[in-house]
């Protein structure tokens, strides 16, 4: 059974950076991918990271977010930075098998099998 257990988040005021961590049993051959939901709104894919290594990130946050793992500690992270009132959210990690990250299945929900309790961030003008 995966378990996913995420940290960090918190609020910040516009331009300031934080890192989500999320950690679980194992990494290594998965895809992995963080979402977020503001309220009222669906949630959407932010980044995602392969068992290769390889990242795709959405558009509203390439050049500011990114998405790293490290295998040897099963941990997941998503630092922020250049943080805008716009990704005020709450952040989920998720993991899915590989064919999610190679099947272009990695923007959406349906393509995770287990996700994290969700940390909320907060970002303020």
């Known amino acids: 059974q995966v378990q996913l257990v995420q940290s960090g988040g918190g609020s910040v005021q516009a331009g300031g950076s934080l890192r989500l961590s999320c950690g679980g049993n194992t990494y290594i051959t998965y895809c992995m991918g963080w979402f977020r939901q503001a309220l009222g709104k669906e949630r959407e894919g932010v980044a995602s990271?392969?068992?290769?290594?390889?990242?795709s990130y959405a558009d509203s946050v390439k050049g500011r977010f990114t998405i790293s793992k490290d295998n040897t500690k099963n941990n997941l992270y998503l630092q922020m930075n250049s943080l805008k009132p716009d990704d005020t959210a709450m952040y989920y990690c998720?993991?899915?098998?590989?064919?999610?990250?190679?099947?272009?299945?990695?923007?959406?929900?349906?393509?995770?099998?287990?996700w994290g309790q969700g940390t909320q961030v907060t970002v303020s003008s």
């Open positions: 998720a993991i899915g098998p590989r064919v999610t990250c190679t099947n272009g299945r990695n923007w959406h929900t349906w393509g995770y099998n287990y």
């Open positions: 990271v392969d068992s290769d290594g390889s990242t």
